[in-house]
């Protein structure tokens, strides 16, 4: 079709005019960023990162017990909640080989414990992207007076490595957007020596050997926050079955250690099916444990889906940590200073299991520990709903956290009392809450108005009076 020429000069016009107005508004769409070093945890300002949200991690870790050499490979799939021009990685130690985003070759630099990626074009918001990190190094636990004092994270035992790396040593083993509120599921793929068993989160998927080397493959369907995975490495005798409520276990013993007085396979599937009936259906795919030979660590852990024991296997602390499925792992907290909604309800859970076993009531384990510890004692300066960094895991964030706990089912009865804790597991599973959200469920399921509960209990220093007296 042929134009006359006012029509030409219309469409010349036209053509100039929208060339003008896309100029504009690319003039006007914001450039594209750097993602921020940290999400904004006081206790830990630069752990987790800014511009995305990780979806799913794929980890090849390789080691080498001789040498304590690890190789690895990981790649992270994520989402971008900025035009991104760069974003970082939490790395501590490790060297760096190479880095690809989307399959093409990324720039990378590093300061201090962060990797800063540089893709070859921005990212836009919205975007799924997956980078890899390809490095290698010595793995080195982490210390100080966070954990009790002890050593955590990548711990180098006598055939293998001990892994548990609450609150911040995820990083310490694979690059990672490091903190609880940055949740992914993640497959783990463990190549160690042949007569080593890897053992990580989830359900083993494969298993096999080449060569001298032994492989596994663990996938955790789940999301998980980083400090809860690991890559246990070692000689294992391994148990499996189904618990009497039918969820899969898998139980991993070092050999070495002796049988001791404590049944952890039949303990962890009895508590795995009492807690279901407590607080609400098993949240993971496997229930199960770690139990190593590691005096040095002084602590077990909640891993997802298997908790790990070192030095410390009591029926106490297997049922403490089987606790922590639901309350730390499945709901996590959105910061580190409400750290008591781990470890204060897994605290309170060990009084529950008096109760359930018939040895004595919440309500007199309650009264029994709040009498053991006088006025001025320096555990009742903790403020439980703020410990700062260092005080973080201290007695007074498990202890008081308990009772805070039962001080509250003696508040607002039974009923609504156990309403409230599946109410809580449900509303909130697999994501992130703070004690505001437990204090607004808490008000909705017992129809009580609890600010100044929860204040005494949990905001001020001073010993509270017991309730009823």
């Given at each position: 079709m042929a134009l006359s020429r006012s029509a030409r000069r219309s469409s010349r016009w036209l053509a100039l005019a929208t060339a003008v107005a896309s100029a504009a508004t690319i003039a006007a769409a914001p450039a594209a960023s750097p993602g921020a070093p940290g999400i904004g945890d006081p206790y830990f300002p630069n752990l987790g990162n800014g511009?995305?949200?990780?979806?799913?991690?794929?980890?090849?870790?390789?080691?080498?017990?001789?040498?304590?050499?690890?190789?690895?490979?990981?790649?992270?799939?994520?989402?971008?909640?900025?035009?991104?021009?760069?974003?970082?990685?939490?790395?501590?130690?490790?060297?760096?080989?190479?880095?690809?985003?989307?399959?093409?070759?990324?720039?990378?630099?590093?300061?201090?414990d962060e990797i800063v990626v540089r893709p070859a074009r921005p990212l836009a918001r919205g975007e799924r992207f997956a980078v890899t990190v390809v490095y290698h190094g010595v793995p080195k636990p982490l210390s100080g007076p966070i954990v009790f004092g002890s050593q955590y994270g990548w711990m180098k035992t006598k055939d293998g490595v001990f892994v548990a790396c609450e609150p911040n040593a995820a990083s310490t083993w694979f690059p990672s957007s490091d903190h609880p509120d940055e949740k992914a599921t993640y497959d783990i793929r463990i190549d160690a020596p042949k007569g080593l068993t890897g053992v990580?989160?989830?359900?083993?998927?494969?298993s096999g050997e080449r060569g001298d080397r032994a492989w596994f493959h663990w996938r955790e369907n789940r999301p998980m926050a980083p400090y809860l995975a690991t890559a246990t490495i070692g000689k294992f005798d391994v148990r499996t079955g189904t618990t009497p409520g039918g969820t899969p276990i898998y139980v991993a013993t070092d050999p070495t250690l002796p049988a001791g007085k404590v049944d952890v396979y039949g303990i962890t599937a009895e508590a795995t099916d009492y807690w279901s009936k407590l607080f609400g259906p098993y949240p993971f795919e496997t229930t199960g444990a770690i139990v190593d030979d590691m005096p040095q660590a002084g602590f077990s852990l909640e891993v997802q889906s298997k908790p790990a024991y070192s030095a410390v296997r009591s029926e106490g602390t297997i049922v403490h940590e089987l606790a922590h499925q639901w309350f730390g792992d499945s709901v996590s907290v959105r910061q580190w200073k409400d750290i008591w909604l781990n470890e204060g309800f897994a605290s309170y859970a060990q009084w529950l299991w008096g109760e359930h076993r018939g040895t004595t009531t919440a309500h007199d384990a309650f009264r029994k520990a709040y009498r053991a510890i006088p006025a001025d004692d320096a555990f009742w300066k903790i403020k439980v709903s703020d410990p700062q960094r260092d005080t973080m895991f201290s007695d007074a964030v498990y202890e008081r956290g308990a009772m805070t706990l039962q001080a509250l089912r003696e508040r607002i009865g039974d009923r609504a009392f156990f309403r409230l804790l599946p109410a809580w597991t449900a509303k909130h599973r697999y994501g992130n809450a703070d004690t505001a959200d437990f204090i607004a469920l808490a008000e909705k399921v017992s129809g009580q108005r609890l600010g100044d509960f929860f204040h005494t209990w949990l905001d001020t220093t001073g010993r509270p009076a017991l309730p009823g007296e």
């Open positions: 511009g995305y949200t990780p979806l799913h991690y794929d980890l090849g870790v390789s080691y080498q017990p001789d040498s304590a050499r690890l190789d690895g490979r990981t790649t992270l799939t994520a989402r971008a909640t900025q035009d991104l021009s760069a974003f970082d990685l939490d790395l501590q130690q490790l060297t760096v080989d190479r880095v690809q985003v989307n399959g093409r070759r990324a720039a990378f630099s590093r300061t201090g990580s989160n989830g359900r083993l998927i494969a």
